[in-house]
């Protein structure tokens, strides 16, 4: 097993979609109601995530780690401070597939 971080890409939209799902289905069923959790799309959060990366905004930053065997298996976002002019940073999103929590 070999894991490489790596900034993310285009193509990676769909696998950081699934891990997206994945976990929000993972983490909160039991807390938010079924139909949230079943109505979620991969496809739409792949939309969302192929608009991003291929925007290149240099102060947003996206890594994925990436499993010789698994593909990708996490990944995380962040940038400056979204509320605030300051020059601090702001970790937006870290999701790990629940396999590969803990």
Request: net charge positive.
């Amino acid at each position: 097993m070999t894991i490489q971080v790596r900034p993310a890409k285009p193509e990676d939209a769909a696998a950081i979609a699934g891990i997206f799902v994945e976990t929000w289905r993972d983490t909160y069923a039991g807390m938010l109601p079924d139909r949230v959790l079943v109505n979620m799309s991969t496809e739409a959060q792949a939309g969302y995530w192929q608009r991003l990366l291929s925007a290149k905004r240099p102060e947003e930053l996206v890594r994925v780690v990436e499993d010789t065997k698994a593909g990708l298996v996490a990944f995380g976002s962040g940038g400056p401070l979204r509320r605030s002019r300051s020059k601090e940073g702001e970790v937006y999103t870290l999701y790990a597939r629940p396999a590969w929590q803990g």
